[in-house]
DNA sequence: CTGAAAGCGCTTACAG
DNA sequence: CTGAAAGCGCTTACAG
């Protein structure tokens, strides 16, 4: 910041008033005469006066500054979110500082210094005992409803998305068209080692294998994969084995893309070989050739429930978690195995 | 923000010692004894105190929180340089902030009441005029090479990135695999009707159009597109005329997966009937099938020269302008037209 | 209708 | 070695 920064007292001077006239006059919330009205006007003008948020953020306990955090914004789903929420936010007052998720508690208290009005989070990875935090110091705190359901705060709010139901559909439609050889890829970045059925696809695809009386076959789940180059060798490898699977379940488009790639490297086809489905509905998935099947989640909904609901609570109002529903969008990568 | 927010009061009556004495210990800058430093130490986590970074942004004039100007963050080449920012901002004891571009001098006006430290601005959007009214009130700004040049103060540091060198290298392999009908998308939001020769890659295109005497067809420019949509149409349109193109230049990978979408729905090949070259080296263009030849934007050197220019700007010191490289990754999507 | 004053939570020069 | 005091830029209850 420069030093010579322009403050209330230098307007003040300038249009020969008292600080208090120029809150005032930019706070419009007291008579002022019209004649020093205007010369404070003038003298704003003149000087190029912004007030100080900082300072207002201190007076008022109101730092008008929301939180994001959130594991990966690279994919475009997430990155749409931030974008739709930073839209709403500004036309509140609010700003948004995006946060990538760190498992730290030294990072939780730097966060939790900067006094933010409240916070969003999206993660598969932060522990409920470092998201608690939040809502622990009194900071007004959105879930993105997901994966981490143990020992969350009351007075969390969540935003619970309906990816198990997307899945069961998902799953019935493989199901319908006679899949029974059926693998999975979670992308998140956990553990490798467990298969996580607090998982909300985990749990709709085992679900769905029950229901069908159909074998779950441990070696169809990739889980805990580490990134995109981890996901195209795992799935080059699950459809390189002997007994390979006729359809995947991918928890993220851009994931789905990558196996389609594996997929062709072995000079497999989509959906005539191999039958696929996304999540998220993104660009790639409208554009795929063919048009990837893929879980709608309704980014826009999410994004505005998210928002409206953290700034409700900031403003002392009681809220309820809110549920979002998913479709899904039946593209040309799935191919009924009765043909 | 909740209304008993542990201050360094609270923790002062606790450990039983004066105000200042906390923030010797916090700060760690003066000597305390022993014996009051521990009891500090105690209080503040008996009381979960947290320093209140607003306080201390208005009383030492820095705020250590950077404002991050972008279009389009859903792209994944910014939204990784996004990420990539956060990492070393948060190193450095910063936070940023993620505004979407609007060009609307109200809202730059609430951006500078924020006390932002500093800027970091990518935009083919937003006027000259408006981008400077930040280094017009002394704040530092970091402005990433691009389309924008006309007066554009000269307190701003430029990361320039060497999109038109990386033009030419992308020019010159089509030009030497025979290509001479050779289309070009920009989908950058800006007006539609005219070309933009400010802009490097539509300069670079022309140049090597005139070093190799080839004719420019202006109906080979598609300028101004809106959205992945339109690019669709627009290329697609394009190459079912009768006098198509053989190849084309798109200004982004993931674009330039929608115009081999497009061309794949008529039935052409990528790259037999059409060559297709890219820019950003994001995830699609490293997993396309065929791989994506694209001009490719080192994210990491530009994140980390923007952000520690901003800081060196911010602690008040000398910086230049700074250029970075580009480099053209030779994929599958090019195929030479004398074979 | 207007303005002096208190106070938000900090830092730090200065005096003891 | 420690602490009272000034001050960062604001808002607003209160007194005139």
Redesign the pocket.
Known sequence: MSSK?????D?AKRAG????????V??N?????Q???ERVLQAIKELG????T???G????KSYHIAFICDDISNEHFAKIVMDMEDIANERGYIISFCNTRRDEQYINKLI?RQFDGAIISTDILEGELINKFPDIGIPTILFGNRIHENISKDITFVNIDIYGGTLRAMEHLVKEGHTKIAFVDSSLKEQDTIDYNDLRVKGYAEIHEKYNMELNKDYIIQGANGYKDVFEKSYQLFQSKDRPTAILVNDDMHAYIVMSAVKSLNLQVPEDVSIIGYNDTTIAKYMVPRLTTVEIPRKKISRAALELLIDKIEGKVVKDIDIDTDLIIGNTTKSMTQ
């Open positions: 920064r322009v403050t209330r007292k307007v008033v008292t600080p208090t006239i120029v809150s005032y930019t706070n919330n007291r008579y002022v005469s004649e020093k009205r006066y912004h007030p100080n900082v300072a207002l201190l007076k008022c306990k210094s």
